[in-house]
């Protein structure tokens, strides 16, 4: 660590203590960062990155509402309003009970430097509450909803700031929100993305993030001549990154062996197919079951729940050549990332934000495979978000084809911008540093231009 990043960081830890995650997800920036503060000292004399980790606003609310038993019940809402040097605020809405301002102010940090790769005009944000929407019945989930809304509303806009889903927000929370906001403002706009398709929604929203990543997964196999035919992969996380992760696997001739939550997780060495793909999604979007009910149904697949003595995860000690995490952060250690590497997997595509903990990333980078970070990997679901604003600008829906290939496109620039960055800046490669430096760039620069504000 050099004496710059040392004392940054222990500035930045001492002004945010107990959070952790953002003290990670800072550090890993920085460290990509000082090849370019070196070549520009105009941003260090401009203090852009010290502005970078403030965020312009943080918001945060009482969100109280009552239960099926009459119940009242009271949770915490937060947003982050991280940077708008370049568009409106732009990030998810995490609903799980282990949300806290730490976890949520790393994502906005993340969410600035991945929405200005996706090249289009978002800023970065990010919110959501500590409410667990797991066993809560449809009415609850409105009401929850409805009441995190009416604080919400006076803070956002499609202007201001457009927020998405994320952990624990698909298409049903979306619904109860922009119904809320609607009544609330007397206006339909596209202040939320993620929208249903009847309501001003995108065509491949859903399967964004999934089938971004892999996207970005062949691009990497590419320039080793590779791609997924036949390639066995281990998928974590059984929700909307992870099931349209199997699907465009699948589309590509891969084979996928494993699933997991937060309970456990399956090794299905048969690989999951479509039908049971469908098993899946209907098991966790409607059922809203758990994920051991697919070893009921397919009975060679094997179930091993989630034993937290253990300091490795078995998902990720399976024979493989390449790797999905798709459920959260941090879900990969230094000696889950050794055992993929002793298994023959040699491409990590991080569907989910941060799921590789610092010695975990520092592994992959030593061993030079092919290692794509969260921020850059993932951003498929914002870039559609993206161009699911500009649908509701110009009030005119794209087809399916017209989205995916728009996707699929911005997934090839990023790719790009990864590669020839990391180029740039001397280490060939390494997408760590290019994602981060590539990201920073055009903030960095929009901040220089707008003065100091
Ligand atoms: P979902 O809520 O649809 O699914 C999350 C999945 O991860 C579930 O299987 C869940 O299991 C599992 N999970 C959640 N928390 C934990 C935990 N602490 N330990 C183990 N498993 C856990 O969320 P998404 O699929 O949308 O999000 C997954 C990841 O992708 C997140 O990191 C998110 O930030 C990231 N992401 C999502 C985008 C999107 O468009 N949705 C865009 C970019 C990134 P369980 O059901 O037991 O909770």
Not at 71 to 87: K, T, Y
Not at 97 to 113: D, R, Y
């Amino acid at each position: 660590m050099s004496d710059y990043v040392k004392s940054f960081m222990e500035e930045l830890v001492a002004k945010n203590p107990a959070q952790p995650e953002f003290h990670q997800a800072v550090e890993e920036v920085v460290e990509s960062l000082s090849l370019v503060l070196d070549r520009h000292p105009e941003y260090r004399a401009n203090k852009i990155l010290e502005r970078m980790v403030e965020p312009e606003r943080v918001i945060m609310f009482r969100v109280p509402w009552v239960n099926d038993n009459g119940e009242v019940q009271v949770n915490r809402g937060f947003r982050i309003e991280m940077n708008s040097a370049i568009g409106p605020y732009k990030g998810g809405l995490r609903f799980h009970p282990s949300v806290n301002l730490g976890i949520l102010k790393f994502l906005a940090f993340e969410q600035v430097f991945k929405n200005s790769l996706t090249t289009l005009p978002m800023g970065g944000g990010k919110g959501g509450s500590d409410f667990d929407p797991k066993g809560k019945s449809d009415n609850e989930v409105m009401r929850f909803c409805q009441s995190f809304m009416s604080e919400l509303f006076r803070h956002i806009g499609p202007n201001t700031d457009v927020p998405a889903g994320d952990i624990g927000v698909g298409g049903r929370e979306i619904g109860f929100m922009f119904g809320q906001y609607k009544k609330l403002r007397n206006e339909f706009t596209g202040v939320l993305t993620g929208k249903g398709l009847n309501w001003g929604g995108s065509l491949i929203r859903p399967e964004a993030t999934g089938y971004g990543s892999v996207y970005f997964a062949s691009e990497m196999l590419a320039t080793k001549g590779e791609t997924l035919e036949g390639k066995t992969c281990l998928v974590s996380g059984s929700g909307n990154v992870a099931q349209y992760t199997v699907e465009k696997i699948l589309d590509l001739g891969g084979k996928v062996v494993t699933l997991s939550d937060s309970s456990g997780y399956i090794y299905d060495e048969e690989g999951i197919d479509r039908e049971k793909l469908a098993f899946v999604m209907d098991l966790k979007n409607v059922r809203r079951g758990r994920i051991k009910e697919y070893v009921e149904k397919y009975p060679n697949a094997v179930y091993t729940p989630v034993d937290p003595e253990k300091d490795y995860n078995p998902l990720w000690d399976h024979k493989a050549d390449c790797a999905f995490p798709s459920a959260t952060q941090n879900e990969i250690n230094g000696k889950d990332a050794q055992n993929l590497l002793n298994n023959g997997v040699f491409a990590v595509s991080e569907g989910a934000n941060m799921p590789t903990n610092l010695d975990g990333v520092n592994i992959f980078l030593d061993n030079k495979i092919l290692y794509a970070p969260g921020k850059a990997a993932n951003a498929g679901g914002v870039a559609v978000s993206g161009l699911e604003m500009s649908q509701n600008s110009i009030r005119y829906n794209w087809t399916r084809e017209e989205v995916d290939k728009k996707l699929h496109n911005i997934m090839k620039a990023i790719h790009n911008t990864c590669k020839t960055t990391a180029e740039t800046y001397g280490t060939p490669g390494n997408y760590v540093n290019g994602a981060n430096i590539g990201g920073f760039l055009k903030v960095a620069n929009s901040m220089m231009d707008q003065g100091i504000v």
